[in-house]
């Protein structure tokens, strides 16, 4: 027998380590034809049955955590986000436990017409198909799978080819339980993911706007649902009387970590105009102070650029944007390092609007920084972007800040902090622009996504219409 060769990239080394097994349409198929089998027992559990599996899940992933966050620290480089990721999973099944029963509770109402009752129900997706990126590959797997289990839907996952190692430890926190939670995985890439919409009944994608227009179309020709998190070009809005020095820490962290890999990173900042030298100066001395963990990934805070791809994307926008008269305070190279790449952590001045830094997703721990005069040019600017994930403001007059964030085209805003959404899942929202389409994940109302709503018209006896 031939050993198979690996075909998956380590973020440290560069090197491939790694085998990822490449399921083919047909293999697709097979294991979608076995969820398909096993949903209608799920769905027959009532939510409180179903909640308890969840529980028993989430006991068994927390008795994974280190062979998870091993794989994952293998997968994308670092390792306190890895830990995190558990932690945000652990948490989301705990959530989904105690919310989903009342949420799917049946409700029952008189109707406008005196004898007649509206009970309403529902009727779970029998599969839901997820596909996953690269930068927060076990978190990004789960947080659609959670909610969509809880509704007593099958699930197929097809994490991204970048980043797939978690997934067999992630299997074996399901050991004793894949009989009655029906979950499977599947490996590849674009055409694996072809294939899985292929069988699904709808499709929770996070990703690329490109591949996002790609997911959309093909489920528009077989009729079903989309549920896209795209990208983001995130802007902040800082105002001449916010907490600088609070505003520079909360910044640093919210364009900086996972190394700035995350669609919810403040990838542009506006600052008015009398404090912006003080606030550059604040946040440069902050941005510095952070250290490549290229010697042991358990120290220092900027991880690898995962994907070598991404690293090409970056470099080009740092050309672009020195070749116009950016100048980078801090930072501005990628360095490699054993045969990794590695981002400097970054703050850009003298930048301007046309530049790519400006205009398309970075992912990467670059924060450049633009002045504006008033309350007027700071919407301009930030509203100017194709992109309308999430966004920040500050400033000490707190409502202010909130009517110049809900002047702002993007679906979640944190008010004096950023980047809440991520830590933050109460909150409903969605996106604006090319970040996104379909209802909320976030919020109570996310796990509406995974069932048709049903309706029975009951009547009392009396003929409708009546008068006939």
């Known amino acids: 027998m031939t050993e198979a060769l690996p075909n998956t990239r380590n973020p440290r080394t560069g090197r491939l380590d790694h085998f990822m097994p490449v399921h083919d349409a047909t293999e697709v198929a097979a294991v979608a034809a076995q969820l398909r089998a096993r949903q209608p027992a799920w769905a027959a559990r009532t939510a409180p049955q179903r909640a308890e599996a969840l529980l028993a899940w989430r006991e068994r992933l927390l008795g994974q955590e280190s062979a998870l966050a091993e794989a994952l620290l293998a ?98 926190s399901l050991a004793g339980l894949m009989s009655e939670l029906p979950i499977d995985f ?14 699904v009944d709808t499709i929770a994608f996070t990703g690329s706007v490109a591949t996002g227009r790609k997911v959309a179309e093909q489920a528009a020709r077989r009729f079903i649902p989309a549920q896209l998190e795209l990208g983001g070009k995130d802007a902040a809005l800082v105002f ?16 900086m970590v996972n190394a700035g890999q995350s669609c919810m990173s403040l990838e542009r900042c506006y600052v008015q105009q009398p404090v912006f030298q003080a606030f550059a ?64 952590p970054t703050v850009l001045v003298d930048v301007k609007p046309s530049m790519r ?17 008033d309350e007027a040019e700071a919407l301009h600017l930030a509203n100017d972007s194709e992109y309308g994930l999430s966004g920040a403001v500050f400033s000490a007059d707190v409502e202010r800040a909130r ?25 409903a929202k969605q996106s604006f622009g090319l970040s996104g389409l379909g209802g909320t994940r976030m919020g109570a109302q996310s796990i509406q996504r995974f069932y048709r709503q049903q309706v029975f018209l009951v009547s009392n006896g009396h003929p409708a219409p009546w008068w006939f």
């Open 75 to 172: 997968d994308t480089g670092r390792w306190q986000e890895g830990l995190l990721e558990i932690q945000a999973c652990a948490a989301s099944l705990a959530r989904w436990a105690s919310q989903g029963p009342g949420l799917l509770a049946p409700s029952q109402q008189r109707a406008s017409i005196p004898f007649l009752t509206i009970e309403q129900g529902m009727q779970p997706y029998p599969l839901v198909g997820v596909i996953s990126p690269w930068n927060f590959p076990l978190l990004l797997s789960l947080i659609d799978a959670i909610p969509a289990l809880m509704a007593g839907c099958a699930v197929l996952v097809k994490p991204s080819e970048i980043t797939p190692r978690f997934v067999e430890p992630l299997r074996a």
């Open 186 to 199: 599947v490996t590849g890439a674009g055409a694996t993911g072809q294939a899985l919409i292929d069988c």
């Open 240 to 255: 001449a009387d916010a907490d600088l020095p609070r505003t520079a820490r909360s910044l640093a962290w919210g364009s």
């Open 281 to 344: 100066q604040l946040l440069t001395e902050r941005v510095a102070a952070l250290g490549l963990n290229t010697s042991d990934p358990r120290e220092g805070h900027i991880g690898p650029v995962i994907a070598a791809a991404q690293a090409r994307l970056i470099q080009a926008q740092l050309d672009d944007a020195f070749a116009q008269g950016a100048r980078a305070f801090c930072g501005g190279r990628l360095v490699e390092h054993g045969g990794g790449i590695w981002c400097q």
């Open 357 to 373: 830094v400006m205009r398309e997703e970075t992912f990467g721990p670059i924060l450049p920084l633009q002045a504006f005069a």
């Open 403 to 427: 009517r110049v964030a809900s002047a702002l085209r993007a679906g979640a805003v944190s008010i004096n902090d950023c980047s809440l959404t991520a830590l933050v899942h109460e909150g």
